[in-house]
C-alpha cells in the first residue's frame, strides 16, 4: 500500500510568483486535505476536497486555490506569493468525505518565499 | 481555535511510560479524540483515537476519562524515537458537507525522551 506522497519536497520562490504543490493520495482514499504549517505552529486546515469537489475551506484568502482530479490526487495552487506564505504545506488523505475517516499525512513541501 | 489544552512540554525517561494529559471540557457527545504526533519537520503521524472506551494499539494507549473532559495518551516503554510534539484534537463524527471534518491543531506537547 503506497503511503500519500508530495511533491516537490523543497522550493524557493519570489513574493508575487505563483506555486503549484501536488499530492498523491493513499491508496483507496478519495478525499484530499490540504494543511499549512508556519514555523513553531500547528498545521492551519486551508481546504478540503471530496471527489473532486471543495468540501470545506478554512480561513485563507481566494489567492489559495486547489483540485483534485479522477484520481483522488490533488493539487494547491497560491497566486501572489506573500513573505508569509512560507510554510510547510502538508496533504493529507482519507476516505468517505464524512469528516470522522481518519487522515494520514504526507511529508509536506516546504515552501520559502524571498 | 483549537478546543484542547496540553502542557507545552514533557520529558521522559528513555523505556519509562510517558503519560501525555489533554484537557477538552467542552467537547461534544459526537466528537472523538484524535492523537498525532510530528517529528521535526515531517509531516503528522496518526496514532490513535477514541469516543468514549479506551483504545488501545500497537503504537499508544488512550485513555478517556468517564465525563469524557479530559483524556491521557500513554506510550508504554518511551524511546528517543518517540521524541516528537504531540496533538491532542478533538473532531466532530460526521460532516455534512461543512469544514467539520478538518482538523484543528493547537501547539501540542514537545516530549522530549532522554537516555
Known amino acids: 500500500e503506497t503511503g500519500v506522497t508530495q511533491s516537490p519536497t523543497h522550493l524557493i520562490k519570489t513574493r508575487g510568483q505563483q506555486v503549484t504543490l501536488r499530492c498523491s493520495s493513499q491508496s483507496g482514499h478519495n478525499t484530499v486535505s490540504w494543511y499549512q504549517q508556519a514555523l513553531g505552529q500547528g498545521p492551519q486546515f486551508i481546504f478540503q476536497y471530496y471527489r473532486e469537489e471543495e468540501n470545506g475551506r478554512g480561513n485563507f484568502p481566494p489567492r489559495f486555490s486547489g483540485l483534485q482530479f479522477p484520481n483522488y490526487s490533488s493539487e494547491l495552487n497560491v497566486n501572489a506569493l506573500e513573505l508569509d506564505d512560507s510554510a510547510l504545506y502538508l496533504c493529507?488523505?482519507?476516505?468517505?468525505?464524512?469528516?470522522?475517516?481518519?487522515?494520514?499525512f504526507g511529508p509536506g513541501t516546504r515552501l520559502l518565499v524571498l | 481555535d483549537a478546543k484542547t489544552t496540553q502542557p507545552p512540554s514533557m520529558d521522559c525517561a528513555e523505556g519509562r511510560a510517558a503519560n501525555l494529559p489533554c484537557n477538552h471540557s467542552?467537547?461534544?457527545?459526537?466528537?472523538?479524540v484524535y492523537w498525532y504526533r510530528q517529528i521535526h519537520s515531517q509531516g503528522p503521524q496518526y496514532i490513535i483515537h477514541?469516543?468514549?472506551n479506551n483504545e488501545t494499539n500497537e503504537m499508544a494507549s488512550l485513555i478517556i476519562t468517564e465525563d469524557r473532559k479530559s483524556s491521557t495518551l500513554i506510550l508504554p516503554h518511551a524511546t528517543l524515537r518517540d521524541t516528537a510534539v504531540y496533538y491532542c484534537i478533538v473532531r466532530v463524527g460526521l460532516n455534512y458537507g461543512g469544514s467539520q471534518g478538518n482538523l484543528i491543531f493547537g501547539k501540542g506537547t514537545k516530549l522530549s525522551v532522554k537516555p
Open positions: 493529507a488523505s482519507s476516505f468517505g468525505g464524512l469528516g470522522q475517516e481518519t487522515q494520514y
Open positions: 467542552t467537547i461534544s457527545g459526537n466528537e472523538y
Open positions: 477514541g469516543l468514549k
